[in-house]
């Protein structure tokens, strides 16, 4: 089974305090910390990059959890290797033509890859990067369109979700996008077991708590399954 992993959006932390804000996820019960990368092209808005993950990498020893919202994710891979980053999460929608070398070259940077999808792309898009020799180990759902913080999860998207779970029952799946307390058991009952939340802990009165909140539903739905 596959574990449950709480990662807050650090999109949605105070950028100016990065290295103090991920110490105090971490000590709140994250498991890993998500970082958004936007290029300003595959989608509208500009975030942050390699300078930024090594930068924050001097101050923590957490798993950083980083999605490559971007056109071209090849040209991102050493520099994100070098930088410290965890996880290497590239779109399935600009990577159909080079996903195997994509794969290796990530494997040999020393990182974990993992594809994600859009909302308008069908689930079996993934399949083969699953089932490869060399396969992803993580599939990101996208439950909003990528791009901003703050939108309203869209629970159509759990077909994809119980989809892959049936298929590949020990894959990590995660979520991403208008996660929080309100939205979490849809999520963790169709089998996400990863769950992205920026604005839902950030903005909370108690973060720690909705953190525990998260994590005590995927627990829960693992347990009925």
């Known amino acids: 089974m596959a574990a449950a992993k709480i990662a807050p959006s650090m999109l949605s932390s105070d950028f100016a305090n990065l290295a103090a804000e991920a110490e105090r996820m971490?000590?709140?019960?994250?498991?890993w910390?998500?970082?958004d990368v936007m290029d300003g092209h595959f989608v509208?808005?500009?975030t942050l990059g390699?300078?930024?993950?090594?930068?924050?990498?001097k101050h923590t020893k957490a798993y950083l959890d980083?999605?490559?919202?971007?056109?071209?994710?090849?040209d991102y891979v050493e520099a994100f290797g070098k930088a410290g980053a965890s996880g290497f999460?590239?779109?399935?929608?600009?990577a159909r033509d080079n996903w195997k070398e994509l794969i290796q070259s990530i494997k040999a940077k020393g990182m974990t890859p993992g594809?994600?999808?859009?909302?308008?792309?069908?689930?079996?898009?993934v399949f083969p990067l699953v089932e490869a020799e060399n396969p992803v180990e993580l599939v990101l759902v996208m439950t909003v369109e990528p791009g901003f913080g703050g939108q309203k999860f869209m629970p159509e998207m759990m077909d994809k979700v119980r989809t892959l779970r049936r298929k590949y029952p020990s894959l990590d799946i995660e979520v991403d996008g208008g996660l929080g307390p309100s939205t979490i058991d849809v999520a963790a009952s169709a089998g996400a077991n990863c769950i992205v939340a920026g604005s839902s802990i950030f903005g909370a009165a108690d973060p720690g708590e909705v953190i525990?909140?998260?994590?005590k539903s995927v627990e829960v739905s693992q347990n009925q399954s």
Do not use: K
């Not at 980083?66 to 090849?74: A, E, I, K, Q, Y």
């Not at 594809?115 to 898009?125: A, F, I, K, W, Y």
């Open 26 to 31: 971490v000590r709140l019960g994250a498991d």
């Open 89 to 94: 999460t590239f779109h399935i929608e600009v």
């Open 50 to 57: 390699a300078p930024v993950i090594q930068s924050l990498r």
């Open 212 to 215: 525990s909140v998260l994590r």
């Open 44 to 46: 509208p808005n500009l």
């Open 115 to 125: 594809v994600s999808l859009t909302p308008g792309t069908p689930v079996e898009d």
């Open 33 to 35: 910390l998500h970082m």
């Open 66 to 74: 980083c999605h490559l919202m971007v056109t071209n994710p090849s």
